[in-house]
């Protein structure tokens, strides 16, 4: 059974940063991409995903605040999130995935609060 392990959330000020890490039990190659979402009282939305071979896509709210970077040799993706404003305020959800099928993480809060 595929595990996606996150850690890295907490309470930070408006303007802050934050880097949350998803440790994959597999290899993180075998999915197609591997990435981060999130979901505040909206829908669940795109925050970043990286597929195998490096192309990374950003949600347009966080593009040019947000990087991604995977280490392989750890299968962990992580998701630096600098300049923080209260709406990225958000349970956020690392996801990896094959054909037809999702593999979801339990997911880690962010609040962006002064």
């Known amino acids: 059974q595929v595990q996606l392990v996150e850690s890295g959330g907490g309470l930070v000020q408006p303007g802050g940063s934050l880097r949350l890490s998803c440790v994959v039990s597999?290899?993180?190659?075998?999915?197609?991409?591997v990435g981060w979402f999130r979901q505040a009282p909206k829908e669940r939305e795109l925050v970043a995903t990286i597929?195998?071979?490096?192309?990374?896509q950003f949600g347009d709210s966080v593009k040019g605040r947000f990087t991604l970077s995977r280490d392989n040799a750890q299968n962990t993706v992580y998701l630096q999130m600098n300049s923080l404003k209260p709406e990225d305020t958000a349970v956020y959800y690392c996801?990896?995935?094959?054909?037809?099928?999702?593999?979801w993480g339990q997911g880690t809060q962010v609040t962006v609060s002064s």
């Open positions: 996801r990896a995935d094959i054909p037809y099928r999702f593999y």
């Open positions: 597999e290899n993180i190659f075998d999915f197609n991409t």
């Open positions: 597929d195998r071979n490096g192309r990374i």
